[in-house]
């Protein structure tokens, strides 16, 4: 049965003293706490009568490629707008703590910023992908852009065209990001399977539980019955197969590991 709490516990801080080798799935509700909308939040401006769901996928891009190559720019100014929050810090300071100590803190993210890098914390992988990085929708070639000039707290309230492949001629860019739809890297896939297996903690902060196949990366954990352990405000679809769900903000219930960790 899963154990509840709204600060870490005894047994929790037990498993993060003793913990070598812990892997960290990370969701959504981390970059939340930064002010990075989440995908279930209310578009506003150009998007208001789009969900976040109705214009990631290829099918929307290639209905209307102005209105979603904006709203993925203009998103992009907002994570550049923000700062990374003491979850993604904690983070940071955990994994540099594990390698002093020749441990490992393994962080997955199914998050498109670079909030965790910014914090100082190396990222193992993107799951779905970068919203900084982009590439040709026809020959799949990675291109480079300056950043957008977007006010990134502000909608604008005109879209623009995605730019012309310079490598082909022939298609436009794309955010280099994971649509529904679409599969996910499988580089990033089988490095976070191999992390959470070979791990002797596995950590979920901040996400749902509903989007697949990341969603079942922690069931991994349970074929070795490795601790599960949830970092979320609110229960999610995979709080029955955690071993312990903590109830609050990961800035605060990260920090206390961290501290445990010591």
Known sequence: ?????????????????????VAVLTGAGISAESGVPTFREAQTGLW???SAEDLATVEAFENDPALVW???RWRQSLIQAVEPNPGHSALADWQAQLRARQGELSIVTQNVDDLHERAGAEVLGHLHGSIFTHRCVEC????????PQYNGFEPPSDSEQPPACLACAHGVLRPNVVWFG???PAEAFEDASAAIRSADLVLVVGTSGIVQPAASLPLLAMERRTPLV????????LTEVMDYSLRGPSGTLLAQMVQASR
């Open 48 to 50: 208001e009568r789009f």
């Open 140 to 147: 799949a070639e990675p291109a480079e852009l300056p950043a």
């Open 182 to 184: 679409e599969m996910l």
């Open 1 to 21: 049965m899963v154990k509840e709490a709204e600060q870490i516990t005894d047994d929790v801080a037990e498993l993060v003293a003793s913990a070598h080798r």
């Open 230 to 237: 949830e970092v979320n405000p609110e229960p999610t679809e």
């Open 70 to 72: 904006t709203w993925y």
